[in-house]
């Protein structure tokens, strides 16, 4: 069964940190490309990360280009997703996904089908 576990969301402090992990099972890993979601209530879904995990081709989007860094561990099938500097505006219910997609595509023309786990909500505390 195709899967992806989301975990290591929680409160935070304003200027803390959290990572987040991806754990995927069913499909091999190295075929695709697994993004970062994130979305808050009343805004728009926005394509935070994605890494393409054959050649480690990553994107970030503006809003925490300097603060998230995406990476992947082959062996344990899981991308992470480490945030810094956290403000009060990535408040949102973060979740990943994966698809047969280039990073830029994945992260700012996300398809609504694309194979997605349970989010997990991050809070940043001002």
């Known amino acids: 069964e195709v899967q992806l576990q989301a975990s290591g969301g929680g409160l935070v402090q304003a200027g803390g940190s959290l990572r987040l992990s991806c754990a995927a099972s069913?499909?091999?890993?190295?075929?695709?490309?697994i993004g970062w979601f994130r979305q808050a209530p009343g805004k728009e879904r926005e394509g935070v990360s994605c890494i393409k995990i054959s050649d480690g081709t990553t994107y970030y989007a503006n809003s925490v280009k300097g603060r998230f860094t995406i990476s992947s561990d082959n062996a344990k099938k899981t991308v992470y997703l480490q945030m810094s500097s956290l403000n009060p505006e990535d408040t949102a219910g973060y979740y990943c996904?994966?698809?047969?997609?280039?990073?830029?595509?994945?992260?700012?023309?996300?398809?609504?089908?694309?194979?997605r786990g349970q989010g997990t909500q991050v809070t940043v505390s001002s």
């Open positions: 996904a994966v698809d047969r997609l280039t990073v830029e595509t994945m992260c700012v023309l996300p398809p609504t089908d694309s194979l």
């Open positions: 069913g499909f091999t890993f190295d075929d695709y490309t």
